[in-house]
Protein backbone atom coordinates (compact mmCIF):
# COMPACT_ATOMS: atom_id res chain seq x y z
CA UNK A 1 0.00 0.00 0.00
CA UNK A 2 1.14 3.65 -0.95
CA UNK A 3 1.45 5.81 1.97
CA UNK A 4 1.64 9.66 1.31
CA UNK A 5 3.40 12.04 3.69
CA UNK A 6 1.66 15.09 2.04
CA UNK A 7 2.30 16.45 -1.62
CA UNK A 8 5.44 17.08 -2.10
CA UNK A 9 6.03 20.86 -2.87
CA UNK A 10 7.35 23.01 -5.28
CA UNK A 11 9.92 25.18 -2.65
CA UNK A 12 10.93 22.10 -1.23
CA UNK A 13 12.35 21.01 -4.85
CA UNK A 14 13.74 24.33 -5.54
CA UNK A 15 15.35 24.45 -1.57
CA UNK A 16 17.13 21.02 -2.57
CA UNK A 17 18.21 22.61 -5.71
CA UNK A 18 16.46 19.24 -7.91
CA UNK A 19 14.45 22.30 -9.50
CA UNK A 20 14.56 25.75 -9.87
CA UNK A 21 12.42 28.43 -11.64
CA UNK A 22 14.23 29.72 -14.84
CA UNK A 23 14.77 33.15 -15.49
CA UNK A 24 14.61 33.87 -12.09
CA UNK A 25 16.98 36.70 -12.03
CA UNK A 26 14.25 38.33 -14.31
CA UNK A 27 11.66 37.56 -12.19
CA UNK A 28 10.75 34.05 -13.29
CA UNK A 29 8.31 32.84 -16.04
CA UNK A 30 5.39 30.70 -15.03
CA UNK A 31 5.59 26.87 -16.66
CA UNK A 32 9.60 27.40 -17.38
CA UNK A 33 11.49 24.84 -14.94
CA UNK A 34 15.42 24.28 -14.23
CA UNK A 35 16.43 20.68 -12.90
CA UNK A 36 19.71 21.02 -11.48
CA UNK A 37 22.56 21.19 -9.65
CA UNK A 38 21.40 18.36 -7.46
CA UNK A 39 18.69 16.98 -10.06
CA UNK A 40 20.34 17.21 -13.95
CA UNK A 41 21.06 20.31 -16.14
CA UNK A 42 18.02 20.86 -18.09
CA UNK A 43 17.40 24.36 -19.27
CA UNK A 44 13.93 24.99 -21.25
CA UNK A 45 14.07 25.40 -25.29
CA UNK A 46 11.43 28.53 -24.92
CA UNK A 47 13.69 31.88 -23.82
CA UNK A 48 12.17 35.02 -23.12
CA UNK A 49 13.27 37.88 -25.19
CA UNK A 50 14.83 39.80 -22.54
CA UNK A 51 17.48 37.46 -21.62
CA UNK A 52 18.09 37.14 -25.41
CA UNK A 53 18.32 40.99 -25.38
CA UNK A 54 20.60 41.00 -22.74
CA UNK A 55 22.92 38.43 -24.03
CA UNK A 56 23.15 40.20 -27.27
CA UNK A 57 21.60 37.45 -29.38
CA UNK A 58 18.49 39.70 -30.72
CA UNK A 59 20.70 42.24 -31.98
CA UNK A 60 23.69 40.35 -33.20
CA UNK A 61 23.02 37.04 -34.05
CA UNK A 62 22.57 37.46 -38.08
CA UNK A 63 23.72 36.28 -41.26
CA UNK A 64 24.44 38.28 -44.07
CA UNK A 65 21.87 37.28 -46.91
CA UNK A 66 21.57 38.12 -50.27
CA UNK A 67 18.53 37.90 -52.44
CA UNK A 68 17.47 36.85 -56.14
CA UNK A 69 16.36 40.28 -57.53
CA UNK A 70 13.82 38.34 -60.10
CA UNK A 71 12.68 35.26 -58.03
CA UNK A 72 13.13 36.91 -54.90
CA UNK A 73 15.29 33.22 -53.94
CA UNK A 74 17.35 34.01 -50.75
CA UNK A 75 20.74 32.94 -50.21
CA UNK A 76 23.36 33.25 -47.61
CA UNK A 77 26.01 35.63 -49.09
CA UNK A 78 29.55 34.23 -47.29
CA UNK A 79 28.30 30.75 -48.61
CA UNK A 80 28.32 31.95 -51.88
CA UNK A 81 31.30 34.12 -52.19
CA UNK A 82 33.03 30.51 -50.49
CA UNK A 83 31.65 28.05 -53.16
CA UNK A 84 32.88 30.63 -55.70
CA UNK A 85 36.74 31.10 -54.71
CA UNK A 86 36.76 27.43 -53.96
CA UNK A 87 35.26 26.22 -57.71
CA UNK A 88 37.75 29.02 -58.76
CA UNK A 89 41.01 27.15 -56.94
CA UNK A 90 39.56 23.65 -58.21
CA UNK A 91 38.86 23.88 -61.60
CA UNK A 92 39.87 27.15 -63.37
CA UNK A 93 43.38 26.14 -64.74
CA UNK A 94 43.74 29.79 -66.25
CA UNK A 95 44.20 30.99 -62.91
CA UNK A 96 47.86 32.92 -62.53
CA UNK A 97 49.35 32.51 -59.49
CA UNK A 98 48.84 36.00 -58.03
CA UNK A 99 44.61 35.38 -58.78
CA UNK A 100 44.89 32.17 -57.07
CA UNK A 101 46.39 33.55 -54.01
CA UNK A 102 44.24 36.25 -53.89
CA UNK A 103 41.59 33.81 -53.69
CA UNK A 104 42.70 32.33 -50.88
CA UNK A 105 43.33 35.44 -49.35
CA UNK A 106 39.69 36.07 -49.80
CA UNK A 107 39.19 32.80 -47.95
CA UNK A 108 41.21 33.04 -45.45
CA UNK A 109 39.50 36.69 -44.31
CA UNK A 110 36.03 35.30 -45.06
CA UNK A 111 34.89 35.54 -41.58
CA UNK A 112 36.77 38.96 -40.95
CA UNK A 113 34.63 40.99 -43.77
CA UNK A 114 32.22 43.21 -43.00
CA UNK A 115 29.00 43.66 -44.50
CA UNK A 116 30.33 46.30 -47.16
CA UNK A 117 33.11 44.21 -48.15
CA UNK A 118 31.35 40.82 -48.64
CA UNK A 119 29.28 42.94 -50.86
CA UNK A 120 32.27 44.24 -52.69
CA UNK A 121 33.86 40.96 -53.34
CA UNK A 122 30.14 39.67 -54.53
CA UNK A 123 30.52 42.31 -57.28
CA UNK A 124 33.94 41.96 -58.09
CA UNK A 125 33.87 38.56 -58.26
CA UNK A 126 30.44 38.87 -61.02
CA UNK A 127 28.81 36.29 -58.35
CA UNK A 128 25.31 35.83 -59.54
CA UNK A 129 21.85 33.61 -58.31
CA UNK A 130 23.10 30.07 -58.45
CA UNK A 131 20.18 28.63 -60.02
CA UNK A 132 18.77 31.58 -62.32
CA UNK A 133 22.41 33.73 -63.03
CA UNK A 134 20.01 36.39 -62.16
CA UNK A 135 21.92 39.61 -60.49
CA UNK A 136 21.45 40.02 -56.68
CA UNK A 137 20.79 41.87 -54.01
CA UNK A 138 23.28 43.84 -51.89
CA UNK A 139 23.74 41.66 -48.21
CA UNK A 140 22.09 42.57 -45.33
CA UNK A 141 21.12 40.81 -42.05
CA UNK A 142 19.01 38.11 -41.02
CA UNK A 143 18.38 37.43 -37.44
CA UNK A 144 18.77 32.96 -37.23
CA UNK A 145 16.02 32.80 -34.08
CA UNK A 146 12.82 31.32 -34.26
CA UNK A 147 10.42 33.76 -32.66
CA UNK A 148 7.63 32.64 -30.68
CA UNK A 149 5.97 34.42 -27.72
CA UNK A 150 4.41 32.70 -24.31
CA UNK A 151 0.95 32.80 -22.89
CA UNK A 152 -2.46 33.22 -24.64
CA UNK A 153 -2.26 36.59 -25.15
CA UNK A 154 0.94 36.17 -27.07
CA UNK A 155 1.64 39.65 -25.38
CA UNK A 156 5.49 38.40 -23.84
CA UNK A 157 8.04 37.24 -27.07
CA UNK A 158 10.59 34.75 -26.87
CA UNK A 159 12.91 32.61 -28.74
CA UNK A 160 13.15 29.23 -29.09
CA UNK A 161 16.65 28.79 -27.81
CA UNK A 162 20.00 29.15 -30.11
CA UNK A 163 22.01 27.93 -28.12
CA UNK A 164 22.04 26.40 -24.37
CA UNK A 165 24.76 29.18 -22.71
CA UNK A 166 21.97 31.98 -21.62
CA UNK A 167 20.25 29.50 -19.52
CA UNK A 168 23.52 28.47 -17.87
CA UNK A 169 24.55 32.10 -16.98
CA UNK A 170 21.35 33.48 -15.43
CA UNK A 171 21.40 30.56 -13.37
CA UNK A 172 24.80 31.99 -12.39
CA UNK A 173 23.86 32.81 -8.45
CA UNK A 174 22.52 29.37 -7.75
CA UNK A 175 25.10 27.25 -9.26
CA UNK A 176 28.26 29.32 -7.66
CA UNK A 177 26.17 28.95 -3.92
CA UNK A 178 26.03 25.28 -5.08
CA UNK A 179 29.83 25.04 -5.08
CA UNK A 180 29.86 26.09 -2.11
CA UNK A 181 30.25 30.50 -3.31
CA UNK A 182 33.90 29.09 -4.56
CA UNK A 183 35.68 29.92 -8.15
CA UNK A 184 36.89 27.95 -10.32
CA UNK A 185 33.63 25.54 -10.95
CA UNK A 186 32.07 24.43 -14.40
CA UNK A 187 28.60 24.15 -15.43
CA UNK A 188 27.85 21.64 -18.24
CA UNK A 189 24.51 20.85 -20.11
CA UNK A 190 23.60 18.98 -23.41
CA UNK A 191 20.62 19.68 -25.17
CA UNK A 192 18.86 20.88 -28.52
CA UNK A 193 19.45 24.44 -30.20
CA UNK A 194 17.39 25.86 -32.93
CA UNK A 195 18.57 28.32 -35.56
CA UNK A 196 16.01 29.56 -38.81
CA UNK A 197 19.36 29.01 -41.34
CA UNK A 198 18.90 30.89 -44.38
CA UNK A 199 19.74 28.09 -46.58
CA UNK A 200 20.56 24.85 -44.85
CA UNK A 201 22.76 22.53 -46.79
CA UNK A 202 25.72 20.32 -46.71
CA UNK A 203 24.12 17.87 -44.55
CA UNK A 204 24.86 18.09 -40.77
CA UNK A 205 27.15 21.24 -41.28
CA UNK A 206 24.46 23.54 -41.48
CA UNK A 207 21.22 22.73 -39.70
CA UNK A 208 18.04 24.38 -38.29
CA UNK A 209 17.46 22.12 -34.93
CA UNK A 210 21.04 20.48 -33.98
CA UNK A 211 22.23 19.26 -30.21
CA UNK A 212 24.76 21.18 -28.20
CA UNK A 213 27.02 20.18 -25.40
CA UNK A 214 28.82 23.52 -23.99
CA UNK A 215 30.45 23.91 -20.49
CA UNK A 216 30.59 27.01 -19.03
CA UNK A 217 34.06 27.25 -16.53
CA UNK A 218 34.29 30.29 -14.28
CA UNK A 219 37.32 31.60 -13.37
CA UNK A 220 38.41 34.75 -11.48
CA UNK A 221 39.92 37.12 -14.16
CA UNK A 222 42.91 37.47 -12.58
CA UNK A 223 43.59 33.69 -12.45
CA UNK A 224 43.60 32.08 -15.48
CA UNK A 225 45.91 29.06 -14.60
CA UNK A 226 44.49 25.40 -14.44
CA UNK A 227 46.09 22.55 -12.35
CA UNK A 228 45.22 20.00 -14.83
CA UNK A 229 47.14 21.94 -17.74
CA UNK A 230 50.42 20.26 -17.02
CA UNK A 231 48.37 16.77 -18.37
CA UNK A 232 47.99 18.61 -21.83
CA UNK A 233 50.81 21.00 -22.01
CA UNK A 234 53.28 18.55 -24.57
CA UNK A 235 50.33 17.67 -26.57
CA UNK A 236 51.17 18.27 -30.46
CA UNK A 237 48.61 19.09 -32.74
CA UNK A 238 47.63 21.12 -36.13
CA UNK A 239 47.47 24.81 -35.10
CA UNK A 240 46.31 27.50 -36.88
CA UNK A 241 47.27 31.09 -35.30
CA UNK A 242 45.95 34.39 -36.94
CA UNK A 243 49.27 35.57 -37.75
CA UNK A 244 49.85 32.59 -40.26
CA UNK A 245 46.13 33.00 -41.67
CA UNK A 246 47.03 36.52 -42.58
CA UNK A 247 49.98 35.71 -44.21
CA UNK A 248 47.80 32.79 -46.29
CA UNK A 249 50.47 30.29 -44.67
CA UNK A 250 49.17 27.00 -43.81
CA UNK A 251 48.46 25.02 -40.31
CA UNK A 252 51.40 23.58 -38.64
CA UNK A 253 52.11 21.16 -35.51
CA UNK A 254 52.87 23.06 -32.37
CA UNK A 255 53.49 21.94 -28.42
CA UNK A 256 50.60 23.30 -26.58
CA UNK A 257 52.46 24.13 -23.94
CA UNK A 258 54.76 26.34 -25.77
CA UNK A 259 51.68 27.83 -27.87
CA UNK A 260 50.68 29.21 -23.82
CA UNK A 261 54.17 30.18 -22.77
CA UNK A 262 54.55 32.38 -26.17
CA UNK A 263 51.27 34.11 -25.97
CA UNK A 264 49.41 32.38 -29.19
CA UNK A 265 47.03 31.21 -26.88
CA UNK A 266 46.00 33.29 -24.24
CA UNK A 267 45.94 31.43 -20.99
CA UNK A 268 46.55 27.72 -19.24
CA UNK A 269 42.51 27.60 -19.02
CA UNK A 270 41.58 27.93 -22.62
CA UNK A 271 44.62 25.90 -23.64
CA UNK A 272 43.57 22.84 -21.31
CA UNK A 273 40.28 23.05 -23.12
CA UNK A 274 41.73 22.83 -26.30
CA UNK A 275 44.34 19.90 -25.47
CA UNK A 276 41.19 18.00 -23.76
CA UNK A 277 38.73 18.98 -27.22
CA UNK A 278 42.32 17.07 -29.26
CA UNK A 279 41.98 14.52 -27.15
CA UNK A 280 38.26 13.98 -26.77
CA UNK A 281 38.27 14.43 -30.83
CA UNK A 282 41.45 11.85 -31.79
CA UNK A 283 39.68 9.29 -28.98
CA UNK A 284 36.33 9.50 -31.26
CA UNK A 285 38.33 8.03 -34.22
CA UNK A 286 38.80 11.52 -35.90
CA UNK A 287 42.01 11.42 -38.15
CA UNK A 288 44.56 13.36 -36.12
CA UNK A 289 46.12 14.86 -39.83
CA UNK A 290 42.62 16.49 -40.68
CA UNK A 291 41.97 18.14 -37.52
CA UNK A 292 43.01 21.97 -36.70
CA UNK A 293 42.99 24.23 -34.13
CA UNK A 294 42.05 27.71 -36.03
CA UNK A 295 42.64 31.15 -33.67
CA UNK A 296 39.84 33.53 -34.38
CA UNK A 297 41.09 36.76 -36.55
CA UNK A 298 41.17 39.85 -34.52
CA UNK A 299 38.29 41.44 -36.34
CA UNK A 300 36.26 37.88 -36.44
CA UNK A 301 36.13 37.47 -32.41
CA UNK A 302 33.96 39.28 -30.58
CA UNK A 303 35.35 42.74 -29.01
CA UNK A 304 34.85 40.94 -25.03
CA UNK A 305 36.88 38.44 -25.76
CA UNK A 306 40.41 37.94 -24.67
CA UNK A 307 40.69 34.28 -27.23
CA UNK A 308 39.01 31.92 -29.06
CA UNK A 309 39.51 28.73 -30.88
CA UNK A 310 37.90 26.67 -33.38
CA UNK A 311 38.56 22.76 -33.63
CA UNK A 312 38.19 22.21 -37.27
CA UNK A 313 37.85 18.71 -38.91
CA UNK A 314 38.48 18.25 -42.73
CA UNK A 315 35.99 16.65 -44.80
CA UNK A 316 34.41 16.25 -47.92
CA UNK A 317 32.91 19.91 -47.19
CA UNK A 318 35.91 21.04 -46.43
CA UNK A 319 37.19 22.59 -42.90
CA UNK A 320 34.10 23.13 -40.86
CA UNK A 321 33.74 24.29 -37.03
CA UNK A 322 32.62 21.01 -34.95
CA UNK A 323 34.20 22.96 -31.45
CA UNK A 324 34.09 26.48 -30.42
CA UNK A 325 36.54 27.35 -27.30
CA UNK A 326 36.55 31.22 -26.24
CA UNK A 327 37.50 33.09 -23.32
CA UNK A 328 34.42 35.45 -23.09
CA UNK A 329 35.96 37.61 -20.23
CA UNK A 330 33.25 38.78 -17.91
CA UNK A 331 30.72 39.91 -20.68
CA UNK A 332 27.84 37.59 -20.23
CA UNK A 333 27.58 37.88 -16.30
CA UNK A 334 27.69 41.61 -16.49
CA UNK A 335 25.03 41.52 -19.70
CA UNK A 336 22.77 39.92 -17.37
CA UNK A 337 23.72 42.02 -14.37
CA UNK A 338 23.05 45.42 -16.22
CA UNK A 339 19.59 43.63 -17.47
CA UNK A 340 17.89 41.93 -14.63
CA UNK A 341 19.51 44.46 -11.45
CA UNK A 342 20.91 41.20 -9.66
CA UNK A 343 24.27 41.02 -9.00
CA UNK A 344 25.66 37.99 -10.85
CA UNK A 345 29.29 38.47 -8.83
CA UNK A 346 31.78 36.59 -7.30
CA UNK A 347 33.65 37.57 -3.78
CA UNK A 348 37.51 36.96 -2.35
CA UNK A 349 37.53 37.07 1.30
CA UNK A 350 41.19 38.16 2.30
CA UNK A 351 42.89 35.93 4.62
CA UNK A 352 43.52 39.38 6.76
CA UNK A 353 41.88 43.26 5.84
CA UNK A 354 43.92 45.01 2.98
CA UNK A 355 44.15 48.46 3.30
CA UNK A 356 43.22 50.34 -0.24
CA UNK A 357 43.12 54.06 -1.45
CA UNK A 358 39.79 54.87 -3.54
CA UNK A 359 38.79 58.09 -4.87
CA UNK A 360 35.41 59.39 -3.39
CA UNK A 361 33.61 61.50 -5.06
CA UNK A 362 30.25 63.15 -2.93
CA UNK A 363 28.34 65.29 -4.61
CA UNK A 364 27.22 69.08 -3.87
CA UNK A 365 23.30 68.48 -3.66
CA UNK A 366 22.02 71.74 -3.90
CA UNK A 367 24.39 72.35 -6.57
CA UNK A 368 23.86 68.53 -8.24
CA UNK A 369 20.23 68.65 -8.01
CA UNK A 370 19.75 72.04 -10.30
CA UNK A 371 21.50 70.40 -13.14
CA UNK A 372 20.90 66.79 -12.52
CA UNK A 373 18.24 65.96 -11.12
CA UNK A 374 19.43 63.66 -8.84
CA UNK A 375 21.59 61.65 -10.99
CA UNK A 376 25.62 62.71 -10.76
CA UNK A 377 28.20 61.61 -12.37
CA UNK A 378 32.15 62.51 -12.44
CA UNK A 379 35.54 62.96 -13.74
CA UNK A 380 38.14 64.07 -12.15
CA UNK A 381 40.83 64.57 -14.38
CA UNK A 382 38.62 66.39 -16.76
CA UNK A 383 37.58 68.63 -13.19
CA UNK A 384 40.77 69.22 -12.44
CA UNK A 385 42.39 70.58 -15.72
CA UNK A 386 39.41 72.11 -17.62
CA UNK A 387 37.12 72.90 -14.49
CA UNK A 388 33.86 70.81 -16.02
CA UNK A 389 32.64 68.06 -17.69
CA UNK A 390 29.86 67.21 -19.92
CA UNK A 391 27.74 64.38 -20.01
CA UNK A 392 24.56 63.14 -21.90
CA UNK A 393 22.28 62.02 -19.50
CA UNK A 394 19.77 59.36 -21.32
CA UNK A 395 16.90 59.90 -19.01
CA UNK A 396 16.92 63.64 -19.19
CA UNK A 397 17.21 63.26 -23.14
CA UNK A 398 20.22 66.28 -23.11
CA UNK A 399 24.09 66.79 -22.17
CA UNK A 400 24.86 68.35 -18.50
CA UNK A 401 27.20 70.32 -17.66
CA UNK A 402 29.21 69.55 -14.30
CA UNK A 403 31.36 71.70 -13.13
CA UNK A 404 34.18 71.84 -9.82
CA UNK A 405 31.76 73.49 -7.58
CA UNK A 406 29.58 70.52 -7.81
CA UNK A 407 31.76 67.98 -6.41
CA UNK A 408 34.02 67.81 -3.70
CA UNK A 409 36.84 65.27 -4.74
CA UNK A 410 39.41 63.64 -2.55
CA UNK A 411 41.08 60.20 -1.62
CA UNK A 412 40.34 58.12 1.18
CA UNK A 413 42.30 55.18 3.02
CA UNK A 414 39.96 52.18 3.80
CA UNK A 415 40.06 48.60 4.98
CA UNK A 416 38.62 46.13 2.41
CA UNK A 417 37.63 42.68 3.53
CA UNK A 418 36.51 41.08 0.64
CA UNK A 419 37.26 41.23 -3.45
CA UNK A 420 33.87 41.20 -5.34
CA UNK A 421 34.02 40.99 -9.14
CA UNK A 422 32.41 39.21 -12.10
CA UNK A 423 33.82 36.34 -13.08
CA UNK A 424 35.12 35.60 -16.66
CA UNK A 425 34.07 32.22 -18.15
CA UNK A 426 35.87 29.86 -20.50
CA UNK A 427 33.17 28.51 -23.01
CA UNK A 428 34.10 24.82 -24.98
CA UNK A 429 30.65 24.31 -27.15
CA UNK A 430 30.59 21.50 -29.53
CA UNK A 431 28.24 20.98 -32.39
CA UNK A 432 27.59 17.03 -31.73
CA UNK A 433 25.78 16.60 -35.22
CA UNK A 434 28.96 17.81 -37.15
CA UNK A 435 31.35 15.84 -34.90
CA UNK A 436 29.20 12.80 -35.53
CA UNK A 437 29.12 13.93 -39.61
CA UNK A 438 32.93 14.09 -39.40
CA UNK A 439 33.31 10.82 -37.60
CA UNK A 440 31.44 8.92 -40.10
CA UNK A 441 33.44 10.33 -43.11
CA UNK A 442 36.79 9.64 -41.24
CA UNK A 443 35.91 6.04 -40.24
CA UNK A 444 34.27 4.98 -43.57
CA UNK A 445 36.16 3.05 -45.93
CA UNK A 446 35.52 -0.11 -48.54
CA UNK A 447 36.89 -3.78 -48.87
CA UNK A 448 36.47 -6.24 -51.15
CA UNK A 449 34.03 -9.12 -50.37
CA UNK A 450 35.55 -12.76 -50.23
CA UNK A 451 34.79 -13.54 -53.58
CA UNK A 452 36.29 -10.26 -55.27
CA UNK A 453 33.57 -9.38 -57.29
CA UNK A 454 31.70 -6.65 -54.77
CA UNK A 455 33.11 -3.97 -52.50
CA UNK A 456 31.47 -3.95 -48.99
CA UNK A 457 30.86 -0.74 -46.82
CA UNK A 458 32.97 -0.77 -43.13
CA UNK A 459 32.51 1.97 -40.30
CA UNK A 460 35.95 1.47 -38.62
CA UNK A 461 33.95 2.96 -35.24
CA UNK A 462 36.54 2.57 -32.29
CA UNK A 463 34.54 0.29 -29.89
CA UNK A 464 34.03 2.82 -27.04
CA UNK A 465 31.85 4.80 -29.31
CA UNK A 466 30.20 2.17 -31.91
CA UNK A 467 26.68 2.49 -31.34
CA UNK A 468 26.05 -1.01 -31.41
CA UNK A 469 28.77 -3.19 -29.74
CA UNK A 470 28.38 -6.50 -30.67
CA UNK A 471 25.89 -9.06 -32.66
CA UNK A 472 25.26 -12.03 -31.31
CA UNK A 473 24.84 -15.21 -34.50
CA UNK A 474 24.46 -18.66 -34.63
CA UNK A 475 26.55 -20.54 -37.14
CA UNK A 476 23.78 -22.95 -38.35
CA UNK A 477 20.06 -23.13 -37.89
CA UNK A 478 20.07 -25.01 -34.41
CA UNK A 479 18.12 -25.26 -30.96
CA UNK A 480 20.79 -25.80 -28.82
CA UNK A 481 22.75 -22.98 -30.58
CA UNK A 482 19.76 -20.72 -30.57
CA UNK A 483 19.38 -21.13 -26.76
CA UNK A 484 23.10 -20.12 -26.38
CA UNK A 485 22.71 -17.26 -27.90
CA UNK A 486 19.61 -16.21 -26.19
CA UNK A 487 21.63 -16.90 -22.88
CA UNK A 488 24.82 -14.72 -24.05
CA UNK A 489 22.74 -12.32 -25.07
CA UNK A 490 20.63 -11.69 -22.00
CA UNK A 491 24.54 -11.69 -20.22
CA UNK A 492 25.59 -8.35 -22.21
CA UNK A 493 21.89 -6.64 -21.34
CA UNK A 494 22.90 -7.00 -17.67
CA UNK A 495 26.36 -5.74 -18.64
CA UNK A 496 24.88 -2.64 -20.38
CA UNK A 497 26.25 -3.76 -23.66
CA UNK A 498 24.27 -2.56 -26.74
CA UNK A 499 23.85 -5.40 -29.05
CA UNK A 500 21.64 -7.10 -31.80
CA UNK A 501 20.73 -11.09 -31.70
CA UNK A 502 20.46 -12.76 -35.47
CA UNK A 503 19.29 -16.41 -35.42
CA UNK A 504 17.57 -16.15 -39.09
CA UNK A 505 19.24 -18.59 -41.75
CA UNK A 506 21.44 -16.16 -43.75
CA UNK A 507 24.86 -17.08 -44.53
CA UNK A 508 27.41 -16.07 -41.63
CA UNK A 509 29.32 -14.15 -44.21
CA UNK A 510 25.87 -11.80 -44.94
CA UNK A 511 25.35 -11.18 -41.76
CA UNK A 512 28.80 -10.16 -41.05
CA UNK A 513 28.55 -7.78 -43.79
CA UNK A 514 26.19 -6.43 -42.23
CA UNK A 515 27.48 -5.91 -38.84
CA UNK A 516 30.39 -4.09 -40.62
CA UNK A 517 28.43 -1.83 -42.15
CA UNK A 518 26.80 -0.42 -39.12
CA UNK A 519 30.60 -0.14 -37.13
CA UNK A 520 30.12 -2.81 -35.01
CA UNK A 521 33.39 -3.76 -33.60
CA UNK A 522 32.25 -7.09 -32.32
CA UNK A 523 30.85 -10.52 -33.77
CA UNK A 524 29.93 -13.50 -31.78
CA UNK A 525 29.22 -16.73 -33.34
CA UNK A 526 28.11 -19.55 -31.78
CA UNK A 527 28.97 -22.82 -33.26
CA UNK A 528 29.17 -25.11 -29.74
CA UNK A 529 27.45 -25.27 -26.91
CA UNK A 530 30.34 -24.52 -24.24
CA UNK A 531 32.21 -22.26 -26.64
CA UNK A 532 32.01 -19.17 -29.37
CA UNK A 533 34.22 -16.83 -31.78
CA UNK A 534 34.56 -13.30 -31.37
CA UNK A 535 35.61 -11.86 -34.54
CA UNK A 536 37.37 -8.53 -34.59
CA UNK A 537 35.44 -6.15 -37.28
CA UNK A 538 38.60 -4.76 -39.47
CA UNK A 539 41.17 -7.53 -39.48
CA UNK A 540 37.98 -10.44 -39.58
CA UNK A 541 40.65 -12.08 -37.10
CA UNK A 542 39.09 -14.57 -34.58
CA UNK A 543 39.61 -15.81 -30.72
CA UNK A 544 37.79 -18.57 -28.64
CA UNK A 545 36.49 -17.99 -25.50
CA UNK A 546 34.02 -19.84 -23.17
CA UNK A 547 30.30 -18.53 -22.88
CA UNK A 548 30.90 -17.53 -19.76
CA UNK A 549 33.46 -15.26 -20.01
CA UNK A 550 32.24 -13.47 -23.15
CA UNK A 551 30.33 -10.72 -21.20
CA UNK A 552 33.21 -10.06 -19.53
CA UNK A 553 35.48 -9.66 -22.75
CA UNK A 554 33.22 -7.74 -24.76
CA UNK A 555 32.28 -4.86 -21.82
CA UNK A 556 36.21 -4.83 -21.19
CA UNK A 557 37.13 -4.22 -24.92
CA UNK A 558 34.08 -1.35 -25.48
CA UNK A 559 34.71 0.52 -22.20
CA UNK A 560 38.54 0.69 -23.19
CA UNK A 561 39.89 -1.54 -20.74
CA UNK A 562 41.81 -3.81 -22.76
CA UNK A 563 42.82 -3.55 -26.12
CA UNK A 564 42.39 -6.67 -29.08
CA UNK A 565 46.32 -7.68 -28.29
CA UNK A 566 45.69 -8.01 -25.04
CA UNK A 567 42.76 -10.24 -25.15
CA UNK A 568 44.39 -11.98 -28.21
CA UNK A 569 47.22 -13.01 -26.07
CA UNK A 570 45.27 -14.51 -23.03
CA UNK A 571 42.66 -16.46 -25.74
CA UNK A 572 43.30 -18.54 -28.83
CA UNK A 573 43.23 -16.43 -31.09
CA UNK A 574 43.45 -17.36 -35.58
CA UNK A 575 44.03 -14.47 -37.89
CA UNK A 576 41.85 -15.12 -41.10
CA UNK A 577 45.63 -16.18 -43.04
CA UNK A 578 46.72 -18.56 -40.41
CA UNK A 579 43.16 -20.38 -41.13
CA UNK A 580 43.70 -21.34 -43.99
CA UNK A 581 46.68 -22.71 -43.60
CA UNK A 582 45.48 -25.16 -40.49
CA UNK A 583 42.86 -26.09 -42.93
CA UNK A 584 44.99 -26.70 -45.79
CA UNK A 585 46.64 -29.46 -42.88
CA UNK A 586 43.71 -30.58 -41.16
CA UNK A 587 42.24 -31.49 -44.83
CA UNK A 588 45.79 -33.15 -45.58
CA UNK A 589 45.95 -35.37 -41.95
CA UNK A 590 42.17 -36.43 -42.88
CA UNK A 591 42.74 -37.38 -46.50
CA UNK A 592 46.03 -39.46 -45.80
CA UNK A 593 45.63 -41.08 -42.87
CA UNK A 594 41.73 -41.32 -42.67
CA UNK A 595 41.73 -40.22 -38.69
CA UNK A 596 38.30 -39.68 -38.83
CA UNK A 597 37.97 -40.38 -34.88
CA UNK A 598 40.39 -37.01 -34.69
CA UNK A 599 37.59 -35.17 -36.22
CA UNK A 600 34.96 -36.18 -34.04
CA UNK A 601 36.81 -35.75 -30.29
CA UNK A 602 37.24 -32.26 -31.89
CA UNK A 603 34.18 -31.30 -33.28
CA UNK A 604 34.12 -27.95 -31.61
CA UNK A 605 37.32 -26.55 -32.97
CA UNK A 606 36.10 -28.08 -36.35
CA UNK A 607 32.76 -26.27 -36.28
CA UNK A 608 35.15 -23.39 -35.11
CA UNK A 609 36.76 -23.66 -38.77
CA UNK A 610 33.85 -24.45 -40.68
CA UNK A 611 32.93 -20.80 -39.18
CA UNK A 612 36.12 -19.56 -41.07
CA UNK A 613 35.30 -21.18 -43.64
CA UNK A 614 31.53 -19.84 -44.46
CA UNK A 615 33.12 -16.11 -44.03
Given at each position: ?66 K ?49 E ?47 A ?51 H ?7 S ?124 F ?27 G?K?TL ?18 I ?12 K ?34 K??D ?6 R ?7 I ?89 T ?28 L ?11 L ?16
Open positions: MLSLTGKLSTTFLNGVCFTKQSFKIYNGYSGFYDYGPSGCAIIPCVTPEVVLKASGHVEKLTDQMVDEKTGTFYRADQLLKDFCNEKLREDVRLSLEQAAELRRTLAMMDDLSVELGAKIKEYGITAPDTKNPLSDPYPFNLMFQTSVGPSGLTAAYVRPETPGIFVNFKDLYYNNGNKLPFAAAQIGQAFRNEISPRQGFSRVREFTLAEIEFVDPKDKHPKFSEVKNLEFLMFPREEQMSAQSAKKIRLGEAVSRGIVNNETIGYFIGRVYLFLSRLGIDQDHLRFRQHLANEMAHYAADCWDAEIECSYGWIECVGIADRSAYDLRAHTEKSGVALVAQEKSEPREVEKLVIAPVKKELGLAFKGKALMAESKGEVEFYVRKLGKNVCKKNMLLISKEKKEFQRVFTPSVIEPSSGIDRIIYCLCEHCFYRRPSAGEQLNVFFPPLVAPKCTVFTLVQNQQYEEVAKVISESLSVAGISHKIDITGASIGKRYARTDELGVPCAITVDSTSSVTIRERDSKDQMRVHVDDVASIVKALDGQRTWEDVWASYPHHSFFNFYIIIFVLIIMLVSKFFIFFCFQDIASDFLGFLII
